[in-house]
Nanobody, 124 residues
Framework: QVQLVESGGGLVQAGGSLRLSCVASGRAFSSYAVGWFRQTPGKEREFVGA????????LYADSVKGRFTISRDDAKNTVYLQMNSLKPEDTAVYYCALRLRGSVSSAESQYDYWGQGTRVTVSS
């Protein structure tokens, strides 16, 4: 059984930074693709970025490219989403997800496990 737990969300001013964490139990991130998604009320979940360390594959949404970075700490079995130069339109609940088979994907249907989400609010 895999559990993913996100943390690190909060309120930040536009232009600021936040680092979200996703801790996994039951699987090691190093063997699988990890994705980050976000969702605002009334909208579908939106792809943010994904990384597959085994294959060296990396994918970011155009809206966050150059501002967000995915990294990993194996000792803590934790994946991070570093978010810089935040904008009010980045306000959302952010989710991490684990894909057991295959490389990065922007499709949420390709991911097998999801965390509960952490809320990020960016004020203008």
């Amino acid at each position: 059984q895999v559990q993913l737990v996100e943390s690190g969300g909060g309120l930040v001013q536009a232009g600021g930074s936040l680092r979200l964490s996703c801790v996994a139990s039951g699987r090691a991130f190093s063997s699988y693709a990890v994705g980050w998604f976000r969702q605002t009320p009334g909208k579908e979940r939106e792809f943010v970025g994904a990384k597959y360390w085994s294959g060296g594959n990396l994918l970011y949404a155009d809206s966050v490219k150059g501002r967000f970075t995915i990294s990993r700490d194996d000792a803590k079995n934790t994946v991070y989403l570093q978010m810089n130069s935040l904008k009010p339109e980045d306000t959302a609940v952010y989710y991490c997800a684990l894909r057991l088979r295959g490389s990065v994907s922007s499709a949420e249907s390709q991911y097998d496990y999801w965390g509960q989400g952490t809320r990020v609010t960016v004020s203008s």
